[in-house]
């Protein structure tokens, strides 16, 4: 009798180790969840100052960029309904990089960017320079260009547009003189 219990403690403890390896067998093949990648929306544009030479053109010949110039992004779905609002303000060289945070898409193909996002003039910090224009359609919305650009990283990718450029005009100019 006492050999039997001898010979069950034995076994189990032979058998116990093969428990924990199978078990640990079990969780390394337990798929895991991929990491989602997070996909971000960017525009990014310029701001300019239209030289007096080319005001009511669309040329940007002579213009200089406006720091700190805001412009709207505006997207709406396939409903004309507006999703998506946020200004955003261009640095020292005219430049605005515009991450739509949050911005989400219902219908993949009616409700894309390329669709559904526009790039308005706001105002300028320039005093002299603060009349709208509308190079590029910047008074009503300069639709968005895919121009290729995507960023990757391990979880990232931001998928970038462009506007514009976009430019203010000047509310006094003087005349030129022909000597």
């Known amino acids: ?61 002579g213009a200089e960029p406006i720091p700190s110039a805001k412009v709207g992004v505006i997207c709406k779905n396939f409903k004309k309904q507006v999703t998506y609002y946020k200004a955003y303000e261009t640095n020292a060289y005219g430049y605005f990089y515009a991450q739509l945070d949050d911005f989400k898409m219902s219908n993949n193909i009616l409700d894309h960017p390329l669709h559904g996002c526009h790039v308005k003039l706001i105002s300028s910090s320039l005093a002299n320079c603060s009349l709208l224009s509308n190079v590029n359609y910047g008074l009503y919305g300069a639709p968005l260009r895919f121009e290729n650009k995507v960023l990757r990283g391990s979880h990232y990718e931001a998928v970038i547009y462009a506007a514009g450029p976009l430019a203010f005009r000047p509310a006094q100019c003087t005349p030129e003189t022909h000597v």
């Open 1 to 61: 009798m006492a050999s039997n219990q001898l010979t069950i403690v034995v076994c189990s403890l032979l058998l116990l180790p093969l428990a924990f390896l199978s078990t640990a067998a079990h969780d390394e093949t337990t798929p895991t969840k991929p990491v989602e990648k997070k996909v971000d929306v960017v525009v990014e544009g310029m701001v300019y100052c239209q030289s007096c030479k080319y005001s009511g053109s669309w040329s940007l010949t």
